[in-house]
């Protein structure tokens, strides 16, 4: 079959049958680099053969192509594809420049432009172009590729860089769930069948690697280290390269400042217990640089603290790091008056802020960069709060002695939504969810199914590498939602993307028979719908110069407003007082001012704010803001339509001399002048 289709027909109906989406001349040519001369040519050649299978590839009149096949008959199509014609030969250019990467770094020799012509089966001027994108690419990794005439292209680079390019590629090369089985059998489960010419060369560079030894060492330290799938991948590779470098002679020298900063890691004495082992094998020394390279790599990978309910194990002294409580509190603080004032008792905020950051801290001093790859949709999807992590970015800027990067803003808007939509979050159903990245990335996707899917009661989030570890035979559970791709056959797996999309959300549905409840993400978008605060008060929701005995009398009498208006219960007014005996006086935001509130589900009835002002201030019980004589009370029915008139509100009582204003009014006209010369 393959030389009556050839590579090139096989992989476009390879791809076609995999989709149940039309893809037009446009879309192919694209998706394959090709002219849409070859993809015609291509399609016209494959007619004859699909004749003979007695199947047909449809088109419209907009020149898209699709197979109308039952499940089965696309199973099998796709199998006889796939089995008879081997790994995919023709790559489009991101494949193309993978595959050469790699080939690039696992040769010690250099690779002639004759071989790469004759193993990618394209031209001399196509593999020139394709060279100058690796060569940019590698750059940026500190990598530097040399491509000499009649001798071949090979590569030059610092060894610590070389390792962790070579690394990330792999990782990228080879299914994550197959590396992790490897570990997990310690090197006696086999890596599939490639399915391309990357991962055919990846895996054949991992097989000559001292496999077994390198799992036996990476599972003595998973249950310390409790990282992330990935990064227990990185480490596993990242050793057995280490083992295969150092007995070749290809040694890390770190920089003195390095060097010295890395002894003092709390992953340093770790490694060296390795390193021994590793001496005492090969019968030579392992320098210190070495044991310190490592112990960055260690210092640097994320924890795996993927569920709520898990206790992380983090070292006593990153914990209490000044650089990493002064990023969290930080973050926590500007985000509260921002975006909602239960933040700054969000005990799992905090926590999981700290935990990520440990990390990304370690990262940041020894110059490794950050990267999310969920960065851009991260954006899309949450304006307002990426918009808040612009803000903490900037003040942590002016008072950081480390740089912190622009890349790390997605994780934090990660964070901050998840404790966003964790606050209308009630679970009621049976799954369980997988995640093979960091904890930014498993609460956030954990916070958005709650929230979209508030009747699903999440059993737990876990690893790949825990599910293959400890079985998921003793949990009940309806399906596994999962970031990955999963060899399962117990339960259905649904694999989703973290930030699940409209096309994830009708899965879910579809396969558990459950409505979806209209996501956060749609309301944050429709930032000009949001009420302003000049919006929101109004003479009937202010009295100024009120007597109160005590702050419970202040909120009683605010909040009474509100319920005057219909705006919330009376329970509602009980509610917010509890707040402050259940958490203390945190609703005390600056001096002299408090915001009081409840939660939506405690009798709120609409979106509302309220204002009174005290003749004689009262204590709340805070130590540096107290005595209290403004006093709002604000009510919401969701997590987002408020964030506009509380940022508003927030910027007003930053400018001084308009709190003073504010102090000295007599009548609520003077308020809403106030107001009106205030805001845009």
Known sequence: MLTELGFRTRDILLFLAKSKDPYSLENLREHFDLTERQVRYSIRKSLNWLEKENLILHMNGKGEYWFELSKNERTQLIKKLEEESGYKLSLNRNQRVQYEILRILTNESPITMKQFESELGVSHATISRDLKEVSTHLHLKGIKVVSTPNFGTYFDAAEQDFRRTLVENLIAAVPLEALLLTIHSRGFHNLPAAFSLQAKVAQDYITKLSISNSAEKVLGMIDTLRCTDIDIAKLFLYLAITR????????????????????????????????????????????????????????????????????????????????????????????????????????????????????????????????????????????????????????????????????????????????????????????????????????????????????????????????????????????????????????????????????????????????????????????????????????????????????????????????????????????????????????????????????????????????????????????TNDPVDIIFAFACINMHDHISALNELVDMLDDLDKVASLRNAFRPQQVLQLLAKHLP
């Not at 006593?316 to 500007?334: G, H, M």
């Not at 699940?500 to 879910?508: A, E, N, P, R, Y």
Request: aromatic share 6%; hydrophobic share 45%.
């Open 244 to 623: 295969n470098r150092i007995r070749d002679r290809h040694l890390v020298i770190l920089p003195e400042n390095q060097l010295f900063m890395a002894t003092s890691l709390w992953t340093f004495p770790f490694v060296q217990r390795w390193a021994i082992d590793l001496s005492n094998e090969q019968k030579m020394p392992v320098t210190v640089d070495e044991i310190a390279a490592t112990a960055i790599i260690l210092a640097a990978m994320k924890v795996a603290d993927l569920s709520p309910q898990k206790t992380t194990i983090i070292p006593t002294d990153l914990e209490i790091n000044n650089e990493v409580s002064i990023i969290a509190n930080t973050i926590v603080e500007i985000a509260s008056r921002r975006l909602h004032p239960f933040l700054r008792i969000d005990s799992l905020l905090l926590h999981g802020l700290k935990t990520h950051l440990v990390s990304v801290v370690d990262r940041l001093h020894f110059g490794l960069s950050i990267e999310n790859s969920l960065a851009a949709e991260i954006r899309e999807t949450y304006p307002e709060i990426y918009t808040v992590a612009k803000e903490c970015l900037e003040s942590l800027r002016n008072i950081m002695e480390i740089g912190i990067p622009d890349s790390e803003l997605a994780f934090w808007t990660m964070h901050l939504g998840a404790a966003i939509e964790r606050l209308r979050a009630r679970p009621r159903r049976r799954v369980l969810i997988v995640c093979s990245e960091g904890i930014a990335t498993a609460w956030l996707l954990l916070a958005r199914i709650k929230t979209v899917f508030p009747y699903l009661d999440i059993v737990d989030v876990t690893s790949i590498y825990e599910i293959h570890s400890n079985g998921i035979e003793s949990l009940s559970v309806d399906a596994i939602i999962s970031t990955v791709s999963l060899s399962l056959r117990s339960h259905p797996v649904l694999v989703v993307s973290p930030m699940l999309d409209k096309h994830d959300i009708l899965k879910i549905s579809k396969e558990l028979n459950i409505e979806a409840s209209n996501p956060i993400s749609n309301h944050l978008q429709n930032v000009n719908n949001e009420p302003c605060l000049i919006d929101l008060l109004y003479p009937q929701v202010i009295e100024l110069k009120c007597i109160a005995t005590d702050w419970e009398d202040a909120i009683r009498q605010a909040g009474f407003l509100l319920v005057k208006q219909r705006i919330v219960e009376k329970r509602y007014v009980k509610a917010m007082i509890a707040q402050i005996h259940r958490h203390g006086p945190y609703i005390v935001i600056s001096p002299g001012i408090a915001l009081a509130h409840a939660l939506p589900k405690e009798g709120a009835l609409r979106l509302g704010i309220s204002l009174i002002t005290l003749q004689k201030p009262v204590n709340f019980g805070h130590k």
